[in-house]
């Protein structure tokens, strides 16, 4: 029994895990939320004061949004260096705001979201950076822009159900969102008897540059879109992995065309669309990450 004495027993942080769990508990229910919160907008959207033809409001709706980010990003840009050149910092008297004859591409949703048309607003850098963060930070919008563009189109919503919809995409409590991930998720609630191949479509050409490529930092986007759960999220991010390996090196560098995508988005022969069942695993996982895709769309639709 002396022996035990000297022996320390060494245990997790208990209130540590404990925190991560219940943190990651809150990013789920947010994200299971935002399904009921943008039915609460789409309902909206189609009433008689509101409604327009197909895509058409989805559309309007991104591109007003889209602007307003790259409206925000160019005066934060400017206040930022005109904070640098000022000795005591600040903006300078007439700063900020749009720089007169600033311009570069935002991008915009195209095909299924209604016609794609590219637009030219000031403060976008276009897909400079293949990382990740650099993407997203092209379309996050705040809080208050996405209030004040989604109230001034549809007052009907009202304050309480349109923060509740941010919220539910503001899974890092930060009042910034992405708004791609705000409209696909409409876009794919928008019409509940849709093809899947429509569906796929849509998402595509909301996410795909002006060069009509979906960038790979963007392809875990588009794949998880549909992921409500830690789980869900695994799922694809373990039949992603051998998919990128195995896709070409234009296909890598320089984005995905949309042929590519369509193959990789396309469900196995075996895969039953009613039971959101997965078949097949496909050439390099490919058939695989499709099925599981589908099965999460199916569940959400569901929803």
């Not at 609460?40 to 008689?48: A, C, D, F, N, Q």
């Amino acid at each position: 029994m002396q022996h035990w004495n000297a022996l320390t027993v060494v245990q997790p942080h208990r209130g540590l895990a404990g925190s991560n769990a219940v943190e990651q508990t809150r990013k789920e229910k947010r994200k299971a939320m935002r399904w009921s919160c943008v039915d609460v907008l789409r309902e909206t959207m189609k009433l008689p004061q509101y409604r327009a033809p197909g895509f058409q409001s989805l559309h309007d709706l991104y591109e007003k949004l889209a602007d307003r980010a790259a409206e925000d990003d160019v005066a934060s840009i400017e206040a930022g260096a005109t904070s640098a050149r000022s000795p005591g910092g600040g903006r300078s008297p007439g700063g900020g705001g749009r720089s007169p004859g600033a311009r570069s591409d935002t991008g915009s949703v195209a095909g299924s979201v209604g016609s794609r048309r590219s637009r030219r607003s000031a403060g976008s850098r276009m897909f400079a950076s293949p990382s990740g963060s650099a993407l997203k930070s092209r379309f996050s919008i705040t809080r208050e822009a996405f209030l004040d563009v989604v109230l001034g189109l549809y007052g009907a919503l009202g304050p309480r159900d349109c923060n509740r919809l941010f919220s539910s995409f503001d899974v890092e409590r930060d009042d910034v969102a992405d708004l791609r991930a705000i409209i696909a998720t409409l876009r794919l609630r928008w019409s509940r008897s849709e093809a899947h191949d429509s569906r796929t479509l849509g998402l595509f050409n909301l996410y795909c540059d002006d060069d009509r490529r979906l960038p790979t930092a963007a392809l875990r986007d588009v794949m998880t879109i549909a992921a409500a759960t830690q789980g869900e999220h695994l799922a694809i991010d373990l039949r992603l992995e051998p998919v990128l390996k195995a896709l070409d090196v234009n296909d890598l560098m320089l984005g995905l065309t949309e042929d590519a995508f369509r193959r990789l988005a396309r469900v196995s022969d075996d895969y039953d669309a009613a039971a959101g069942e997965a078949g097949g695993s496909g050439s390099g996982g490919t058939t695989c990450l499709a099925d599981e895709f589908a099965r999460q769309l199916t569940l959400r639709m569901a929803s």
